[in-house]
């Protein structure tokens, strides 16, 4: 597959490594730029024209706030808690996922035998805490961000929290591990191409994860294929790693935390973008690397805002969703909460 050249955007099912980013410093493929500075503008233009075989041919990175950014205010760190290391009632085995601030382990929980994932991160300097009703202390964003989420409800079609302890230089989250399950990227890379059927119930999946998220407060802000966890039995899905979301606000964002190849074009253009829509693109081009084995490209970007965009092999119900999840223009995509709905989710082969 052409967009596998590369390595892995990430170890493994979960990781909380962010670097900063400018908006203005990382390529993407946008087909229009309103800006008074023609030397800025060419620059601009040069990056956009980079090929995008040199995006995916080194590993790519995460990116975040300054930690001073607005949507994440920290709050007072409290005190280690008493009630003993988590740890003494997990059996830990091997490593499955590592990132900048921690890793990932098989775990088994020793009163049951129940499997388990095992996250164990450390605290970075801008460590973000947020208040959650019912807690009586602020929360590691990540653990806090998760509970929301499943909070009026279990979501299957995100990862569920089991356990948690927060320490005085890190903290330990207890997960769900489904089973067998690998990560969206790794069940592609196994195939030599996926259909439109699978890459249906794939979408559906991953576009109710994003909504529900949405609808509990939460912005999850880095869905992609590494993202995702798949069983490889039933193609059941499960959305992880909240380590760049955020809490949703109606006013815009300015600083992006995620993988800069799921950009929005508005966040390049005008320095700010929103949740939902931000969220619509980031499946757009989910989608659009499930069934064309590639990131968009120039051209592509150009034909979709065209409304004339064709791919050889796939039906025209897809390309409509496809150009319908792809729009430069934030306003003009499909709302997130009408995807599934959209007649290409109607289509059986």
């Not at 930690?67 to 280690?80: C, F, G, R």
């Not at 800069?260 to 081009?285: I, M, N, Q, R």
Request: net charge negative; hydrophobic share 35%; with cysteine.
């Amino acid at each position: 597959m052409n967009f596998l050249c590369g390595q892995k955007r990430k170890r493994s099912f979960h990781s909380s490594h962010v670097n900063d980013f400018h908006p203005h410093t990382s390529p993407i493929s946008i087909t229009s730029l309103q800006s008074t500075d023609v030397a800025e503008e060419s620059e601009r233009k040069r990056r956009r024209t980079d090929s995008p075989e040199k995006l995916l041919s080194c590993k790519v990175q995460k990116s975040s706030s300054s930690s001073n950014q607005a949507d994440q205010t920290p709050v007072q760190i409290h005190k280690k808690s008493s009630e003993g290391d988590i740890l003494d009632r997990y059996e830990l085995g091997k490593e499955i996922g590592e990132g900048g601030f921690g890793s990932v382990y098989e775990g088994k929980r020793l009163e049951d035998g129940l499997e388990v994932a095992v996250k164990i991160a450390r605290k970075p300097s801008n460590m973000k805490y947020i208040n959650i009703a019912g807690h009586p202390e602020p929360l590691p964003l990540e653990i806090g961000l998760l509970i929301l989420a499943h909070r009026g409800g279990k979501v299957p079609e995100i990862i569920e929290l089991l356990d948690w302890q927060d320490q005085q230089d890190r903290y330990i989250m207890i997960l769900e591990r489904p089973s067998p399950c690998v990560d969206l990227f790794d069940f592609i890379m196994s195939l030599s191409s996926i259909t439109e059927r699978q890459a249906q119930k794939i979408m559906e999946q991953a576009t109710t994860a994003g909504l529900m998220c949405c609808r509990r407060g939460v912005f999850h802000r880095d869905i992609k294929l590494e993202n995702l966890l798949v069983n490889t039995d039933t193609l059941e899905v499960k959305l992880i790693d909240f380590g760049c979301g955020a809490l949703l606000q109606e006013s815009g964002y300015d600083s992006f935390c995620g993988t800069k190849e799921y950009f929005p074009p508005e966040y390049y253009l005008d320095d700010e973008y929103h949740a939902e829509p931000s969220t619509v693109w980031s499946l757009g081009v989910l989608l659009f690397l499930l069934l064309c084995q590639r990131f968009p490209e120039v051209t592509d970007t150009q034909r979709i805002d065209d409304g004339n965009w064709t791919e050889p092999g796939l039906s025209e119900e897809c390309c409509d969703l496809i150009q319908a999840l792809l729009q430069e223009n934030p306003s003009q995509r499909i709302p997130l909460e009408e995807i599934i709905l959209h007649q290409w989710f109607k289509v059986k082969e």
